[in-house]
């Protein structure tokens, strides 16, 4: 089983919907969880921290689940410039600070 | 306050050619992090350096690739007799200590003919 692991997309959706991303990870002494952005042959760009209470950014909300090790994003109301890859990332706990990226969700928002 | 900064952005080298790639952390940043994107693939973790250590190498292939983070100048990704295999992007991103956000440079797009 890989490390993370998300919805394999792609994703196609009418500007306005609402559109949720699943993540899941196999090592429950994971710490820290991330949701990323990645435009086409660009960097990844943060887009949200993961917390245990789950938290919200605008449109976005992220939501934890220790016991099921399951991570997801909430995009309501989508935009055209929100067309990108979803990156799902939790970090390894053996070395502290060592990212485990998914091999993300493509999502396509369309006029 | 720049951000991650990574250079060169392309970089084209023949069979059998090292490659090195560079990058400059944040501002306040101690901790560099290496990842290597091939096409239409994800990132894959390479190597976590701090100044002068390197602290979890455990993504790096054993052979041809290298790298350090001295304390004075940029963090080095060395890739020594490259191979067509090795064309990717290389992204470095960088954190400040006890804090596990991470933030990615450009990256550097290295083609091998």
């Known amino acids: 089983r890989k490390e993370v692991e998300q919805d394999p997309g792609p994703f196609n959706v009418p500007e306005g919907a609402t559109v949720a991303f699943n993540c899941t990870y196999s090592?429950?002494?994971?710490?820290?969880f991330f949701w990323y952005r990645q435009d086409c042959r660009k960097e990844p760009k943060l887009l949200m921290s993961?917390?245990?209470s789950g938290n919200e950014d605008g449109r976005f909300t992220a939501q934890l689940n220790r016991a099921s090790q399951y991570i997801s994003l909430l995009i309501r109301d989508s935009k055209l410039s929100d067309s990108a890859t979803y990156l799902c990332?939790?970090?390894?706990?053996?070395?502290?600070?060592?990212?485990?990226f998914g091999p993300g969700t493509r999502l396509s928002v369309l006029p | 306050n720049a951000g991650v900064m990574q250079n060169p952005r392309h970089l084209v080298r023949r069979r059998g050619q090292e490659a090195r790639l560079r990058c400059s952390p944040m501002?306040?940043?101690?901790?560099v992090y290496w990842y290597r994107q091939l096409p239409e693939e994800g990132l894959k973790f390479m190597v976590y350096?701090?100044?002068?250590?390197?602290?979890?190498e455990s993504g790096m292939p054993k052979e041809r690739f290298s790298a350090e983070f001295p304390k004075e100048g940029p963090s080095i990704l060395r890739i020594q007799q490259v191979v067509r295999g090795d064309s990717a992007a290389y992204f470095c991103?960088?954190?400040?200590?006890?804090?596990?956000?991470?933030?990615f440079g450009p990256g550097t797009r290295l083609t091998v003919t």
């Open positions: 090592n429950s002494a994971s710490q820290s």
């Open positions: 991103a960088s954190s400040p200590p006890g804090d596990h956000e991470q933030y």
């Open positions: 990332v939790v970090n390894s706990p053996y070395y502290g600070q060592n990212f485990v």
């Open positions: 350096l701090q100044k002068e250590n390197i602290i979890d």
């Open positions: 993961v917390y245990s």
């Open positions: 501002k306040g940043h101690s901790h």
